[in-house]
């Protein structure tokens, strides 16, 4: 079993379009959580930290639930522009700093 | 301000051949950061050194990779012997050393072909 699952997708939506992803993580001992977005044959980019209490930065929310594992990425009224791929990272090791990544979920926004 | 920039951005090498790549970090970050992508697999963390010391090498896969961060700043990883199995991508990561801060910032990758 992967330390990090995410469905690979792809995922295929229309613009304006409400998508959600979801991942799970092995280790219920993880500290920090992220969301990072990859375009094809580029570098991650952090999109947002996900905490707690759940948070939002404008269109995309995420939410964390420590109990089942689970993490989630909602993306309302998507853009052709947020076509990527979005990676579930995890800070597993308590007291270090390495991440561990998901394969990843592709989304394609169609016109 | 710039971000984690990493050079060069492509290397082809033969097997048994040497390369040395090299990262800058984001100015005044502490802790920096190697990954890897192989081929079909997920980013898999090769290690983090906070300024110059090697905080956490557990990732490295075998003692044909040497990191360096002499002086704290820029980094190197050479790969002596290079074998088919090292390509990828090779990204590099920053990060500041704020209590409770843990965004990682990544470079662009080298993108390692061994042939």
């Known amino acids: 079993r992967k330390e990090v699952e995410q469905d690979p997708g792809p995922f295929n939506v229309p613009e304006g379009a409400t998508v959600a992803f979801n991942c799970t993580y092995s280790?219920?001992?993880?500290?920090?959580f992220f969301w990072y977005r990859q375009d094809c044959r580029k570098e991650p980019k952090l999109l947002m930290s996900?905490?707690?209490s759940g948070n939002e930065d404008g269109r995309f929310t995420a939410q964390l639930n420590r109990a089942s594992q689970y993490i989630s990425l909602l993306i309302r009224d998507s853009k052709l522009s947020d076509s990527a791929t979005y990676l579930c990272?995890?800070?597993?090791?308590?007291?270090?700093?390495?991440?561990?990544f998901g394969s990843g979920t592709r989304l394609q926004v169609q016109p | 301000e710039a971000g984690v920039t990493q050079f060069p951005s492509h290397s082809v090498i033969e097997k048994g051949q040497t390369v040395t790549l090299r990262c800058d970090p984001i100015?005044?970050?502490?802790?920096l950061y190697w990954y890897r992508r192989v081929m079909g697999k997920e980013i898999k963390f090769l290690l983090h050194?906070?300024?110059?010391?090697?905080?956490?090498e557990s990732g490295m896969p075998n003692n044909r990779f040497l990191a360096e961060r002499t002086g704290g700043t820029y980094s190197t990883l050479k790969v002596q012997p290079a074998e088919l199995e090292d390509s990828g991508v090779y990204f590099c990561?920053?990060?500041?050393?704020?209590?409770?801060?843990?965004?990682?910032?990544f470079g662009p990758g080298t993108r390692l072909t061994v042939t």
């Open positions: 050194f906070v300024k110059e010391s090697k905080q956490d």
């Open positions: 990561a920053s990060s500041a050393s704020l209590a409770g801060v843990f965004e990682q910032y």
């Open positions: 996900v905490y707690s």
């Open positions: 100015s005044g970050h502490d802790n």
């Open positions: 280790n219920s001992a993880s500290q920090s």
């Open positions: 990272v995890v800070n597993m090791r308590t007291g270090r700093r390495a991440l561990t």
